[in-house]
């Protein structure tokens, strides 16, 4: 499948390449993937991110990866997810530590529930955060979204779910 590609005034949304993959292992090797479904190992973590891009063919759409226009960096990931036994359909992030505090998160989401809601014809969406992730529940505040539910997970932590602004409630509140 043609993954399409799409920009922000400083970020361009693509496929993911290869190259990609050390920075996104590198993530997973840390603390920080608590939050994002647990520390994994270099094999692991390459499973996951196959699972990612494979996401494309199965289901049309899938995360992008997100770089800086300035500089070409890898700052993480952006997109619509929604697995088998997921909780919702999910805008979803996750942006390496050096890279976070920039906006860039918040301008990644922002285009990729445009796409969602526009290409994608969703009508509705959400946010499954991990409970603690205070950067990603501030985050989805500010893309309007609100606490809806806990959604258990057999084997894994539970998912706080965020629903975002339907598409008729953005047009509403423009």
Aim: proline share 4%; glycine share 8%.
């Amino acid at each position: 499948m043609q993954i399409p590609e799409l920009t922000t005034e400083r970020l361009r949304l693509r496929a993911n390449v290869p190259t990609d993959f050390e920075a996104y292992a590198a993530f997973y090797a840390t603390d920080r993937a608590i939050l994002r479904g647990g520390i994994k190992s270099r094999p692991q973590a390459f499973i996951q991110f196959c699972a990612e891009i494979g996401h494309w063919d199965v289901r049309g759409y899938g995360f992008w990866a997100v770089e800086e226009k300035e500089t070409g960096a890898y700052c993480g990931q952006v997109g619509c997810w929604y697995p088998d036994g997921w909780a919702a359909k999910e805008i979803g992030w996750l942006l390496i530590a050096e890279h976070e505090g920039k906006g860039f998160a918040y301008e990644a989401a922002l285009r990729a529930r445009r796409y969602a809601y526009e290409v994608l014809k969703w009508s509705e969406a959400a946010s499954c955060i991990s409970e603690g992730n205070e950067r990603s529940i501030r985050l989805a505040k500010r893309m309007g979204c609100q606490f809806e539910r806990r959604h258990h997970r057999d084997g894994l932590p539970d998912h706080l779910v965020y629903r975002h602004p339907s598409p008729a409630e953005l047009v509403t509140n423009r």
